[in-house]
């Protein structure tokens, strides 16, 4: 936690004067200054060598593999043995960076983390069973590494992406059996080894973030990556504190036993996750200094009726749904890219497109985080009633307006698809072509 920092609650607290506060940071040509995270001197990084800097923009695209959403394909685990099963598994695969290539995409965000097993060979996490259809069966291939051996084959760069906390999907009686068979397997599960870290929260089952053995397991997690592989990257998606109204985490225990420091549980959270990003931070640079680190983050930081230095939005906030400052975290010097996900089209009042686009080429100016834009392909044809222009000529419209502004902004280094399996899907066609025509060869 930033020593200067205050709570949102304390702040709430100082009446007139904050309002006072904000009217004068309105009415000055300086940046606006946040209450709760004041700009501190951005911790400079070694300058980034004369190839990284003349890098191409990145464009990109997130390949899901939780609950098989963009692969593997789910009729693969019918194959009638391993072998072919492994076949279609690897074909399918590079089908699509065949497909990818075409369309100029250069850089794959690959989920390699999806829960709490693995697609790679792991000493620590348990096979995948997006794989086999059972956590712990060794799938007879190394997924990871096939994927960086075809990708960097044809000439693309390749991130890990991790979801750090969640360890299973559901929390269904028949998913706790699945989970406990693991204990007779090397490695098992960490909700049998470590029932003592595992909570409930958004209807899943996921680790508690405020206990630093967790987040030293975490970290421990990505190095065996780093160590053993030749990725490009390192990715966090935006799952860091995932509650939902119904299924909050409990976490009372672990705050009074950690965060008698804080004065309030909100800030501990945040201080929690910092800490978390900080520690894989420094671990990956100090095992290759050249595997970049990001963050994939919901959108919104804070909006401006909660405090001066927010985008003038009124969307969900980061800071205060998911305990993380990621505003900070860029400012702190601690990410090589943020890579916010501004799934809004410019029409829509609440989170307008170019107003979060712009608001974060702002904050990542004067730093060395570079900022890569995500983009909802996933809305693209897809009738709605608040967002229509997802509809207008196949959604190619507000595509190329998103990727135009992208292109103009000198701070915005790339752009990130949402999802891969949407470039296969009817409704976007014409916004498939429109890329092809613009990022391919």
């Known amino acids: 936690m930033i020593a200067c920092s205050q709570s949102f609650t304390k702040v709430k607290q100082l009446g007139v004067l904050l309002a006072g506060v904000l009217s004068l940071a309105s009415c000055t040509n300086e940046p606006a200054k946040s209450l709760v995270t004041p700009l501190p001197s951005v911790a400079k990084q070694p300058h980034p060598d004369k190839s990284r800097q003349s890098q191409e923009p990145v464009r990109g695209v997130w390949l899901a593999t939780v609950s098989r959403l963009d692969w593997p394909p789910v009729t693969s685990l019918n194959a009638s043995s391993p072998a072919i099963r492994i076949q279609q598994q690897q074909e399918a695969l590079q089908g699509k960076l065949d497909k990818l290539k075409t369309l100029g995409i250069n850089t794959v965000f690959f989920q390699v983390k999806p829960d709490g097993t693995a697609l790679w060979a792991s000493k620590i996490l348990p096979w995948s ?67 003592d870290w595992i909570r409930t929260a958004g209807e899943r089952f996921v680790l508690d973030p405020g206990i630093p053995e967790v987040r030293d397991w975490i970290t421990s997690i990505v190095a065996e990556v780093v160590a053993n592989y030749d990725i490009d990257g390192v990715q966090f998606d935006d799952y860091f504190y995932a509650e939902s109204p119904g299924s909050v985490l409990n976490d009372s225990q672990t705050f009074k036993r950690y965060g008698q420091h804080f004065g309030a549980k909100a800030d501990w959270r945040r201080d929690n996750t910092k800490q978390l990003v900080g520690q894989v931070s420094r671990t990956i640079k100090k095992l290759k200094p050249d595997v970049e680190f990001g963050v994939s983050p919901s959108g919104v930081w804070r909006n401006h009726s909660h405090d001066a230095a ?38 829509r009042d609440a989170a307008r497109y170019d107003v979060l686009a712009k608001w974060w080429a702002n904050v990542v100016t004067s730093t060395n985080t570079r900022l ?37 902004v000198s701070q915005i ?16 066609q014409q916004a498939v072509n429109y890329l092809k025509n613009r990022w391919g060869s």
């Open 129 to 195: 069973d997006v794989l086999t259809g059972n956590i712990g069966d060794n799938p007879g291939y190394d997924p990871l590494q096939f994927m960086l051996d075809e990708a960097h084959k044809r000439g693309m760069k390749v991130h890990a992406w991790f979801n750090p906390y969640r360890v299973s999907v559901n929390t269904k009686p028949v998913t706790i059996d699945k989970l406990n068979r693991t204990l007779s397997q090397q490695p098992a599960s960490v909700y049998v080894l470590h029932p």
């Open 310 to 347: 927010g985008s003038h939005t009124r969307g969900a906030a980061a800071y205060d749904e998911s305990y993380a400052d990621t505003r900070s975290w860029v400012q702190l010097g601690l990410l090589d890219y943020i890579a916010p996900q501004l799934y809004w089209p410019f029409a």
């Open 372 to 408: 890569y834009i995500g983009v909802a392909l996933y809305k693209v044809g897809i009738p709605s009633k608040n967002e229509p222009d997802w509809m207008v000529n196949g959604g190619v419209q507000e595509l190329q307006k998103q990727l135009d502004l992208n292109e103009s």
């Open 413 to 428: 280094n790339g752009t990130i698809l949402f999802r891969e399996n949407y470039l296969n899907q009817p409704q976007t």
